[in-house]
Nanobody, 126 residues
């Protein structure tokens, strides 16, 4: 079973950038897609991005497409989420997650993920 630890969250002004990292240990990192999901206060979890196990394919929610970039380094068991042009509505806890199966390419359904980090808070001030 993989353990996921996010880092890089914080407070940033609107228009700014942050880079989140997710370090994996144990389990099998490189054979499964990875994703990021966020949850704002009093809202349900929202899929925002996924990357295939080899890092070739990515999938973004419409709300972040063109602003966020997801990448992975399988040699370091790490996933990176570069977040640019941040908006106040991006404020949320961001969770790193691993796909439930090895054949899912870039799943966008939260039910297709079964390993989760503890989350990192991102706050964007206006």
């Amino acid at each position: 079973q993989v353990q996921l630890v996010e880092s890089g969250g914080g407070l940033v002004q609107a228009g700014g950038s942050l880079r989140l990292s997710c370090a994996a240990s144990g389990g099998t990192f490189s054979i499964r897609a990875m994703g990021w999901v966020r949850q704002a206060p009093e809202k349900e979890r929202e899929f925002i991005a996924a990357i295939s196990r080899g890092g070739i394919n990515t999938n973004y929610a419409a709300s972040v497409k063109g602003r966020f970039i997801l990448s992975r380094d399988n040699t370091k068991n790490t996933v990176f989420l570069q977040m640019n042009v941040l908006k106040p509505e991006d404020t949320a806890v961001y969770y790193c997650t691993q796909a439930r199966t090895s054949w899912a390419t870039t799943p966008s359904s939260i039910s297709e993920y079964d390993q989760w980090g503890q989350g990192t808070q991102v706050t964007v001030s206006s």
